[in-house]
């Protein structure tokens, strides 16, 4: 959980893990100038899939975008850190929370958060149907 420190500045989570770290160059972004929402979301998307993969062992497939904040823009030159946990586990699904943080350019080591989200994968098998999550990794 994080905790506002200062403006915008807040402390990094210590509950979550820190699944994906990226830098996004010019040719992520949109017509303002700023980071192209659908390039954050395909960013949010691989993170959230690390931890699922730590229970899925194997093929999996994201079902939804639950919710989905764009708290603050992405500049170029941010140094983006994503932070994720496990919400809920399923049957065949894991859903996950993930935070990215963005430490601004010449800004390094003060954090803001610029997005947050919610997303569920589905364990499938060969046929891309949805398979149980193995039980030996619950
Ligand atoms: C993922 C997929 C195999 C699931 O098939 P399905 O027939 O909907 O499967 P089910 O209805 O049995 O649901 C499977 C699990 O997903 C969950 N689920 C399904 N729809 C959901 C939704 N809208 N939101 C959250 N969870 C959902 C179910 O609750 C279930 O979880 P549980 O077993 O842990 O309770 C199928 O929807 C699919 O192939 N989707 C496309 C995936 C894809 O291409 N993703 C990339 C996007 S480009």
Redesign the pocket.
Known sequence: MSTVSSSSHVQLPTDQELVLKVIPMPGDCNANGDIFGGWVMAQV?LAGSVLPARYTQGR?????V?EFIFKQPVRVGDILSFFSKVS????????VKVEVYAERYRSQGQYTKVTEASL???A?DDQ???R??PKTNE
């Open positions: 998307d999996m497939a994201t079902v939804a639950n809920r586990i399923g049957r065949t699904s894991i859903t569920t994968y589905v499938i891309g149907r949805p149980p999550i």
